[in-house]
């Protein structure tokens, strides 16, 4: 087990460096001057000099990217172009947004999921198992972002229960923050409940072919009692797989939604960054993320490794 | 009651200094007054004034409710874009400016009517033979963070200010502090401009506290922390969130009737009306010309309000590469020629918005009737084209993409173009790229959509354009850098007025330096409960301090 | 159908041809939503190819004095914000659409096949190599890796197509280097080495074709999954240029006039949802019937 564990660490590891490496070229061949954006309208072109020095803009690429690195070990990412504020200030007030609310929206895909699948696939091919899996697919296909605006315009204006749009810390008010973050959090979750519900479907055909289902029922147990304490059980390891997955779904997935919602999380922050060609935000946020991923499977893995001990000697 | 007390001492103060010059006043010396109804703002003084637009005689607009204002609640507003510092050196947009006047004020600022009057001056006298400008001062008038307002920080101010490669105050050599509340500018050259550049047009007049800015380590503070001397304080501001204002007890015109302003940013637009109808925004700011008209059916729950501003977009072809098709002015005329303005302008201002051939917008004094300009004909673009020696020119259409509305616009322009005779892609730029090529000339060809926010004085949004500071990259005639030159030294306004007009003639008539469309003046929406704000009816995002909520 | 049976039949030599294919149709099929989506995939591609003969305005041509007109007999869906025709709108849509997702997919596929392939077949360092640079890009949530793509190249249809293909192209690169690692220890390629085949043949010859069924599936489901993400990077405002008609871009533009012209939105949102489930569908039928484990039983 732990030369499993060892071995997973060197792997993300190298990953993580991978990662940096391509958050921090992708935003480096981005055109136009940081600098001259940075400084704004009246800036001279000796300041903007004195600037692109001192963000080592004039120095070759991998000069550049090997002191982006050191800053990054020192915990310094650089101060954003648009926001003028240090860029870790910024993603240590907004990635606790984006957090809390990928993880309310990642419990409540993973439990509706996992029971959308098990009622699959205990009655596959009937009305319910495609009734299931159509609307758990027709959660995919909605825009999400055209969802949203309806939801909005249903929950929030016309009947009035849900706050429209906002963020509000749960440690300020409670209630008013958890009415604000149940349409956004239902919204993240919507595509994942889908791709849950699917993976535990035919995990669960697949778990319950095997001979050791088929002595369990032969035995004149319950169904009830095959499905949850023989069947899920095992059909349950493959899912797991599926949570480092769903980390980057839910991510990905805030930049739209907290653009409709007008949370002030990371996906925000990486739009705005977008548009305002912050290249220094992008990159430090574009990494932020694969790196919450990169650890997510690691995490995962492990955890995978530990359930199934076939897995470690891979 | 301190604020009748108040108004008296400025009133005093004001007939002091105006008897002071008036008894005596040297053939080219202007001095502009105090809004207050003293008797002699519409005296041959003020009507002299280069600024003074004036096509309506020099009042105050009285309050325009006569209910008794009453105290208390929170303002909400929208803004669309975060403000990107507070310290006015650096500001550039309209937000940067717009967002911070309810707190960091400005020397003059712009009326309903587009007369220059004074806020943190007094007035101010020009004296064109000795090439200055003299500005006196209010007394009493303390930052929010108890330090006074005086000439000594009004100077350190506007030294600020010039420290940056700004082009407002580039003809101002130094500044004298004449006494602790007057201040005289020395000028390299006259210039008529500078004292409407200390109003709410631009932000070198914008006042912040020399004290804070000192203790607490200079401008990377000031950026983030507004101490000025406007009827709100800061309180807050989180990016993407919004800003938020409390009440400054000790505002130089009397304690403000709201407790204080929550400026909120709502990404999307559709969801910011939803939030407007339901009640929990009280200024929309720029509304849809649709919701608008929406929204003017319920007369009892919103006002709409037309500001006397607007955006001027206009269309003005890469020339200064004398190998760009645009460098000939037929191919320029042809784009003039070939776009129904009447019909853009009804269809998407639906009556909010007014039709216009210049840069000066109509009912302001720059305006030049005489400007011929061309009228919608096709026909008459192909013409022009195929004497230019192209059919089917193609060109990319560069714009600002602020929003659905913008490509919308652009989308309609393009076919106009495309059926005379243009091949037309559109290209919509994110703001930073759009201003590389707008003020840099980076990477433009084919058209830019300018889009520019009218000005009171033409001759100072022209100035951009004039030094090629603006849209670099856009045909500027000689003749007409002289012309424009001229224009801001003039001695008088009637010189002024009149060479302004021949600058519009020049650009549109004789050389077609740009296609100018319309001037959108978006409505703004509020909410009827709030009174006496004057938001969008005065110019440049102003909101009056004696503004309340009718609860 | 052809290219499939025959790597079923590789696969599962042990089966007649007939019956295979017999199979397959009959579980795909077997559910109605699966045939469903492959009806409305099959009218998309018809709508599609038959547009500028469908449609019954041009999309393009705004015409400022019909603004926001409600359903009519002349303009079914109405018209949009500067007055073109919202249905011939909704139907030159569906070429976007198509386009986005077969280039979009096609891109994925070509890069991410070709370096699975290598990186399955030749295994070592190379398969290192390879996989630990497809992790990290896997690292990125698909959206955020295509809206940093889109912000550095630029908007336009080619830099989006890009974004979309970069941005799919790991899991295929996964997917085919899972299948080649797992067929390269099989007695048949085994036996295809004894007998002096080459590398190059090996890998296009055999390995390919058998590893595709599993690829089949996620090329339909990634179909469906391109029309999406363009969708949503022109929501974001960073998608194909205007004036093209897009279905995401006439959703995300279309918003604005929600209370008063709710067609705008609702059409293209409809027939988003419609091509995106269609290809989900059907790529789950897929799934269900290519499946050797599953062996049509449902």
């Known amino acids: 087990m732990v030369t499993y564990i060892v071995r997973r660490l060197v792997l993300t590891l190298i990953v993580l460096i991978i990662v940096s490496f391509l958050s921090f070229s992708l935003m480096h061949v981005m055109p136009g001057d940081p600098a001259a954006t940075m400084l704004g309208l009246g800036a001279t072109q000796d300041e903007i000099n004195a600037l692109r020095k001192e963000l080592w803009l004039d120095r070759p690429f991998f000069v550049q990217y090997g002191h982006w690195v050191y800053n990054l070990m020192q915990g310094d990412l650089g101060i954003s172009i648009m926001y003028r504020d240090p860029i870790n200030e910024l993603l240590a007030t907004r990635l606790p947004i984006t957090l809390y609310i990928s993880t309310l929206a990642l419990v409540l895909s993973t439990l509706i999921g996992i029971l959308a699948g098990i009622i699959c696939a205990v009655r596959r091919g009937g009305f319910i198992d495609q009734s299931i899996s159509l609307l758990a697919n027709l959660g995919i296909a909605i825009p999400v972002f055209w969802l949203g605006i309806l939801g909005i315009y249903f929950f929030g204006y016309k009947l009035g229960w849900l706050p429209m749009q906002g963020w509000v810390s749960p440690l300020d008010d409670f209630i008013l923050s958890f009415k604000s973050v149940i349409m956004p959090v239902f919204l993240l979750a919507v595509p994942g409940i889908a791709v849950m519900a699917r993976q535990t479907r035919s995990s669960m055909l697949e778990v319950i072919r095997q001979d050791y289902i088929r002595t369990a029922f032969s035995k004149g147990l319950r169904e009830r009692v095959v499905v949850i304490r023989h069947a899920l059980r095992n059909a349950l390891i493959p899912v797991i797989t599926l949570l480092g997955l769903q980390v980057r779904v839910l991510i990905g997935g805030s930049v739209l939604i907290e653009t409709i919602f007008n949370i002030p999380g990371m996906g925000r922050l990486l739009v705005t960054g977008a548009f305002n060609k912050d290249f220094l935000v992008m990159q430090a946020g574009v990494l932020l993320m694969g790196g919450i991923v990169c650890l997510t499977n690691l995490l995962v893995d492990v955890s995978y490794g530990w359930l199934d001990p076939r897995i470690r000697y891979e | 009651m301190r604020r009748p007390i108040i108004t008296l001492a400025v009133l005093l103060l004001i007939t002091l200094v105006l008897t002071g010059c008036g008894g005596n006043p040297p053939a080219n010396t202007t001095t502009v007054t105090p809004p207050v109804n003293t008797p002699s703002a519409t005296g041959p003084a003020t009507s002299s004034s280069p600024v003074s637009t004036a096509p309506s005689p020099t009042t105050t607009a009285p309050p325009t409710s006569t209910k008794t204002p009453k105290s208390g609640g929170t303002l909400v507003m929208l803004i669309t874009m975060d403000p990107s510092t507070f310290f006015p050196q650096v500001m550039t947009g309209q937000t940067d400016g717009h967002t911070s006047s309810v707190s960091l004020e400005t020397l003059f600022r712009f009326d309903k009517d587009l007369n220059l009057i004074p806020l943190l001056a007094t007035g101010y006298q020009t004296d064109v033979a000795a090439k200055t400008v003299t500005i006196t001062l209010r007394k009493g008038v303390k930052f929010h963070d108890g330090s006074d307002f005086n000439a000594e920080v009004c100077k350190w101010n506007l030294d600020q200010f010039r420290a940056g490669n700004r082009p407002e105050l580039k003809k101002v050599t130094s500044i004298d502090v004449v006494d602790s509340f007057t201040v005289r500018l020395n000028l390299s050259s006259f210039d008529n401009t500078i004292v409407a550049n200390l109003g709410n047009i631009s932000d070198a007049g914008r006042m912040i506290s020399k004290q804070s800015f000192e203790a607490n380590g200079g401008k990377d503070w000031a950026a983030k922390n507004p101490v000025g001397t406007g009827p709100f304080q800061f309180v807050s501001m989180t990016k993407d969130v919004g800003v938020k204002w409390k009440r400054f007890d000790g505002y130089w015109d009397g304690k403000p009737y709201l407790d204080g302003i929550d400026m909120r940013r709502i990404a999307d637009s559709t969801v910011a009306l939803m939030e407007f109808r339901s009640g929990n925004l009280h200024i929309l700011g720029s509304t849809a010309s649709r919701d608008a008209k929406a929204l003017e059916q319920e007369k009892n729950k919103y006002k709409i309000v037309i500001p006397p501003q607007g955006q001027v977009p206009a269309l003005a072809g890469f020339a200064i590469d004398p190998n760009s098709p645009f460098a000939k002015i037929e191919v320029r005329r042809a784009i003039a020629h070939a776009i129904d303005v009447k019909t853009f302008t009804d269809s998407f201002g639906m009556g909010y918005w007014r039709l216009q051939n210049q840069w000066a917008v109509p009912g302001t004094w720059g305006y030049n009737p005489d400007v011929k300009g061309y009228p919608y004909n096709p026909d008459k673009a192909r013409e022009l084209l195929a004497a230019a020696g192209h059919t089917g020119l193609k060109a990319v259409l560069n714009f600002n993409n602020t929003g659905q509305s913008i490509v919308d616009e652009n989308t309609a322009l393009q076919s106009y173009l495309n059926a005379a005779g243009f091949d037309i892609t559109l290209n919509p730029l994110q703001r930073p790229a759009f201003a590389d090529m707008a003020s840099n000339g980076k990477g433009w060809s084919g058209i830019v959509r300018q889009q520019g926010f009218s000005s009171p004085d033409p001759l100072i949004k022209y100035a951009g354009v004039i030094s090629g500071q603006e849209f670099a990259g856009t045909f500027v005639p000689q003749e007409m850098v002289d012309v424009f030159n001229q224009g801001i030294s003039a001695p008088d306004f009637a010189t002024k007025q009149q060479l302004t007009h021949k600058l519009m003639a020049l650009a549109v008539d004789k050389y077609c330096i740009a296609a100018y469309l319309c001037v959108q003046s978006s409505p703004i929406s509020k909410l009827v409960v709030l009174q006496d704000d004057e938001y969008g009816e005065a110019p440049f995002g102003y909101l009056s301090p004696k503004a309340w909520l009718d609860k | ?298």
Request: with cysteine; hydrophobic share 55%; aromatic share 8%.
């Open chain 3, 1 to 298: 159908m052809s290219d499939i049976s025959n790597s079923i039949i590789k696969v599962e030599n042990n089966r007649p041809r007939t019956n295979e294919l017999r199979r397959i149709w009959k579980v795909m099929f077997g559910r109605w939503v699966v045939t469903g989506g492959a009806v409305i995939i099959l009218f998309v591609i018809i709508v599609a190819i038959f547009a500028p003969l469908l449609a019954p305005y041009d999309p393009d041509m705004p015409d400022l004095k019909l603004m926001l007109a409600q359903p009519s007999s002349q303009h079914l869906l109405g018209t949009d914000e500067v007055g073109r025709d919202v249905l011939s709108r909704v139907i030159f849509g569906s070429q976007i659409s198509l386009l986005v997702g077969i280039v979009g997919v096609t891109i994925a596929g070509l890069i991410g096949i070709t370096l699975g392939l290598f990186a399955g077949f030749f295994g070592g360092i190379v398969n290192n190599v390879i996989m630990r640079f497809i992790d990290a890009l896997l690292s990125f949530p698909p959206l955020v890796l295509m809206l940093a793509i889109a912000t550095v190249l630029g908007g336009g249809i080619l830099n989006v197509l890009l974004a979309l293909g970069i941005g799919m192209m790991p899991t295929y690169c996964r997917l085919m280097c899972a299948q080649v690692t797992s067929l390269r220890v099989s007695d048949y390629i085994t036996a295809s080495h004894s007998i002096g085949a080459s590398n190059t043949r090996i890998m296009l010859h055999h390995l390919l074709p058998n590893a595709f069924p599993p690829l089949l599936v996620l090329i339909t489901i990634n179909l469906g999954t391109a029309i999406m993400m363009e969708a949503s990077l022109s929501f974001l405002g960073i998608g194909i240029l205007p004036p093209t008609a897009t279905w995401g871009a006439m959703v995300s533009s279309g918003q604005r006039f929600i209370f008063t012209n709710p067609m705008l939105s609702f059409a293209p949102g409809v027939a988003i949802l419609l091509v995106v489930l269609a290809f989900n569908m059907v790529g789950d039928g897929l799934r269900d019937a290519l499946d050797p484990r599953l062996r049509g039983t449902l």
